[in-house]
């Protein structure tokens, strides 16, 4: 088993050294690293070049060998869909069995990952789920909630998605999920991204499955959700009905 964990960043230097350093601590079996950087000005690309063996402590001299971390810096922010799309397909290039996507800012659990992989052996798609039993948010005000909740009715009205939490970052695709999925012919770009892959998939035919995760809201750095991103993904929403997969 093979599993590869896509992290797309800017602007991410106060958490990136925490969470990679988090995520190794875990012990999983054959894991690597992908971080996909937007040109981030304040250096999140470069502290990812700096890891090494020397930046982790080890309980296990036999454990002592470099993590596999795979840096993809980008000239400009190009938006998220397209960090993840890279990030994919390094993934398969490099022989991915499991391929999951997070945050960079501790929003998702990294502790999470291991029930994320084990729920994959028998699907193929889990989704991090927030809208489950035993699944919650932590640390969003009413707008967020408000915001967040509308966009997940109107993507499982309008297209049909049976999946509760269509927003949800948090994900582990098997290998073939990913490979039947045209990457190339993805037709958002941000926030409307989760809801695109989440249809592409449900048309398909693949099993989805949710696990409950809980979502805390960052602690460090700024929320890069706007006001545009919202508009746009509802107007992306309304073109992705039209689609036929």
Same mark, same amino acid.
């Given at each position: 088993?093979?599993?590869?964990?896509?992290? !797309?960043?800017? =602007?991410?230097?106060? =958490?990136?050294?925490?969470?990679?350093?988090?995520?190794?601590?875990?012990?999983?079996?054959?894991?690597?690293? @992908?971080?996909?950087?937007?040109?981030? !000005?304040?250096?999140?690309?470069?502290?990812? /070049?700096?890891?090494?063996?020397?930046?982790?402590?080890?309980?296990?001299?036999?454990?002592?060998?470099?993590?596999?971390?795979?840096?993809?810096?980008?000239?400009?922010?190009?938006?998220?869909?397209?960090?993840?799309?890279?990030?994919?397909?390094?993934?398969?290039?490099?022989?991915?069995?499991?391929?999951?996507?997070?945050?960079?800012?501790?929003?998702?659990? !990294?502790?999470?990952?291991?029930?994320?992989?084990?729920?994959?052996?028998?699907?193929?798609?889990?989704?991090?789920?927030?809208?489950?039993?035993?699944?919650?948010?932590?640390?969003?005000?009413?707008?967020?909630?408000?915001?967040? =909740?509308?966009?997940?009715?109107?993507?499982?009205?309008?297209?049909?998605?049976? *999946?509760?939490?269509?927003?949800?970052?948090?994900?582990?695709?098997?290998?073939? *999920?990913?490979?039947?999925?045209?990457?190339?012919?993805?037709?958002?770009?941000?926030?409307?991204?989760?809801?695109?892959?989440?249809?592409?998939?449900?048309?398909?035919?693949?099993?989805? @499955?949710?696990?409950?995760?809980?979502?805390?809201?960052?602690?460090?750095?700024?929320?890069?959700?706007?006001?545009?991103? @919202?508009?746009?993904?509802?107007? @992306?929403?309304?073109?992705? /009905?039209?689609?036929?997969?």
């Amino acid at each position: 088993m093979k599993p590869v964990i896509v992290i !797309p960043t800017y =602007n991410e230097a106060e =958490n990136i050294e925490k969470i990679i350093k988090k995520i190794f601590s875990l012990g999983i079996d054959g894991l690597e690293l @992908i971080i996909v950087d937007d040109n981030s !000005p304040d250096g999140t690309a470069q502290i990812v /070049k700096k890891f090494s063996i020397f930046n982790f402590q080890f309980s296990n001299p036999a454990e002592q060998r470099p993590p596999s971390i795979h840096l993809i810096e980008r000239t400009r922010k190009l938006g998220l869909g397209s960090a993840y799309i890279a990030g994919f397909k390094k993934a398969l290039d490099i022989g991915a069995d499991f391929i999951l996507e997070m945050d960079a800012d501790f929003s998702h659990d !990294p502790d999470d990952l291991p029930k994320l992989l084990e729920a994959a052996q028998t699907t193929d798609l889990v989704i991090g789920s927030r809208k489950i039993p035993g699944g919650k948010i932590i640390g969003w005000g009413l707008y967020r909630k408000l915001t967040s =909740n509308g966009a997940m009715w109107f993507s499982r009205f309008l297209l049909g998605i049976k *999946t509760k939490d269509v927003t949800s970052g948090f994900r582990c695709f098997r290998r073939r *999920t990913l490979e039947s999925i045209p990457l190339d012919e993805i037709k958002s770009n941000g926030y409307a991204f989760q809801e695109e892959m989440l249809y592409r998939a449900q048309k398909a035919g693949f099993k989805i @499955i949710e696990t409950p995760v809980t979502f805390i809201d960052r602690r460090v750095g700024k929320s890069k959700l706007s006001k545009k991103d @919202i508009i746009e993904f509802f107007l @992306i929403i309304l073109k992705l /009905k039209k689609i036929k997969v």
